[in-house]
């Protein structure tokens, strides 16, 4: 299982960002998966995640209406689209297939 995250930055306050995540090494569109994110001196935080057979989304309460997941089963693609980002949302992101599997995380820095 290999899963790889990219399009962290650095951003104001109310901008945007589009994180991705490549995934291989298994089946893709079999399988649930998930953004979580770990906040500067705090634990990990569950962010969103998207199932496999509909599509159905779900998000912590923190983001929703600013962030969406999306997949792209067919190029085995993971997106995270942040709009309307605040300072709080700094935090290196984390790609996840279940529990069990990471990628190497992208930084997202919400700062004037």
């Known amino acids: 299982v290999q899963l790889v995250e990219s399009g962290g930055g650095l951003v104001q306050p109310g901008g945007s960002l589009r994180l991705s995540c490549a995934a291989s090494?298994?089946?893709?569109?079999?399988?649930?998966m998930h953004w979580f994110r770990q906040i500067p001196g705090k634990g990990l935080e569950w962010v969103s995640s998207i199932y496999n057979g509909n599509g159905r989304t779900s998000s912590a309460d923190s983001v929703k209406g600013r962030f969406t997941i999306s997949r792209d089963n067919t190029n085995n693609m993971l997106y995270l689209q942040m709009n309307s980002l605040k300072s709080e949302d700094t935090a290196l992101y984390y790609c996840?297939?279940?529990?069990?599997?990471w990628g190497q995380g992208t930084q997202v820095t919400v700062s004037s």
């Open positions: 090494g298994f089946t893709f569109n079999k399988n649930w």
């Open positions: 996840a297939l279940g529990v069990s599997h």
